[in-house]
C-alpha cells in the first residue's frame, strides 16, 4: 500500500504529481497496489488552491510500505497534529518508506525522523529550516535526498522526480522510464541537480536584458566583462552596469558567474567531459577556480558533486 499524507491547505501538485506517478507505474509494471490518501481529519480535505481531496482516516494505511507526506502553507498547523506526528513515527519505526514533497520535511523533522540525516526541502524555506531545525544535514540545492528509508524532495515537480525514482527501486528502470514516458516528464532528473535555474534567480528575467542574458550563456568560454556585456547591449559601460542592477536586482559579474556555474553543474553531473574541460569551457579558466566557486556556491567540489549524480 501507498499512502498519500495531507492536511487542511496541502500543496494540491505535491500529492497529485506522485499520486499520478504511482498510478501508471502500478498499471504498467501489473502489481496491484492500492493508493490511499489520509489524514488526521479524514473526509474532505481542501488544498491551499481550494480544490479537496477525499482522505481516509491514519489509522487506514498502518500497513503502509510507503508513505508521502505533502508540503503546503498548513504545514505551520501541521506539525501541531499530535496524531499525525505520531503516525508518521509509527510508520518510520515498522520501516517504512517515509518521504516528503517541499515543506513536508517539517513534518519528518517536528516527528524527529531527521535528526543527524541528510534532507531537503524547497530552497524558499532553507533559512528558516536550518534555524528550527539545526541537526538536520540539510541539503538546500538538491531535487531529492535518500537517507536510508527517509526521502525528501524540493517543491512540487522534484516530487515527480522523487516518486519516479521509487519507481524504479520497487518496479526497475524499464517501468520508471515507460512511467515517465506516460506523463510526458523527463526520466528522471538526478537527485544531485540544482532545484533552479540562475537565470529564475533574476527579478526579471524576461526583461530587456533576456536575450543578452541569453547570449552570454552561449559564450561563457569568453571574459564577459562588464565592458563586453555593455557592447553587446549597445550600452555605455556606466549606463549599463546601472540599468542591469536596476532591472535584475544582480551586477552583471554575479550573474555571469551563476550562470557559470548552472551550466558547469549540469556538465559536471550530466557528462562524462573532464573536469579540467568543464572549467575551460564554462570560462572559470582552470579547475581550481571552479572547484573554490562550487564550494562557496554548492558546499561540495566537482567531484563529489559527479559522484552524488552517478549513485542517483
Known amino acids: 500500500m501507498i499512502a498519500i499524507l495531507v492536511f487542511p491547505d496541502f500543496q494540491l501538485l505535491d500529492a497529485a504529481g506522485p499520486i499520478s506517478v504511482f498510478e501508471h507505474a502500478v498499471r504498467i509494471g501489473r502489481a496491484p ?3 490511499k490518501v489520509v489524514s488526521a ?12 481531496l477525499m482522505a481516509r482516516a491514519l489509522k487506514s494505511a498502518a500497513g503502509a510500505r510507503t508513505l508521502l507526506i505533502a508540503g503546503g502553507v498548513g504545514v505551520d498547523a501541521a506539525i501541531k497534529s499530535k496524531p499525525t506526528l505520531s503516525f508518521i513515527r509509527a510508520a518510520a519505526r515498522r520501516g517504512c518508506r517515509v518521504a516528503s514533497v ?36 540539510l541539503e538546500p540545492d538538491q531535487i531529492y535526498v535518500q ?22 527501486e520497487d518496479f526497475g528502470e524499464e517501468v520508471a522510464r515507460a512511467t515517465a514516458r506516460q506523463l510526458v516528464v523527463y526520466h528522471r532528473r538526478a537527485g544531485g541537480q540544482s532545484q533552479f535555474s ?25 571574459p564577459l566583462t562588464v565592458e563586453c556585456l555593455a557592447e553587446q547591449a549597445g ?17 552583471p559579474s554575479k550573474a555571469v558567474e551563476r550562470l557559470r556555474l548552472e551550466v558547469a553543474r549540469q556538465a559536471v553531473q550530466s557528462g562524462s567531459e573532464g ?25 561540495q567540489p566537482p567531484q563529489a558533486l559527479r559522484r552524488a549524480a552517478r549513485a542517483a
Open 198 to 222: 540562475s537565470l529564475i534567480e533574476l527579478k526579471a528575467p524576461t526583461g530587456r536584458f533576456a536575450e543578452l542574458l541569453g547570449w552570454a550563456r552561449t559564450h561563457l568560454d569568453q
Open 275 to 299: 573536469i579540467e574541460r568543464v572549467a575551460q569551457s564554462t570560462g572559470f579558466g582552470d579547475p581550481e577556480r571552479m572547484r573554490r566557486a562550487f564550494i562557496r556556491a554548492f558546499g
Open 33 to 35: 497496489t492500492p493508493i
Open 102 to 137: 517541499c515543506s513536508g520535511a517539517y513534518l519528518l523533522a517536528e516527528a524527529g525522523l531527521l535528526e543527524g540525516r541528510r534532507a531537503t526541502t524547497h530552497w524558499r524555506r532553507t533559512s528558516h529550516f536550518r534555524a528550527r531545525y539545526p541537526n538536520v544535514k
Open 41 to 52: 481529519s479524514p473526509g474532505e480535505v481542501r488544498s491551499s488552491s481550494g480544490v479537496a
Open 235 to 251: 550600452m555605455s559601460s556606466r549606463h549599463f552596469a546601472r540599468a542591469f542592477v536596476a532591472e535584475t536586482g544582480m551586477t
Open 147 to 168: 537517507d536510508g528509508n527517509i526521502w525528501s524532495s524540493a517543491g512540487i515537480s522534484a516530487g515527480i522526480d522523487l516518486a519516479l525514482a521509487m519507481v524504479a
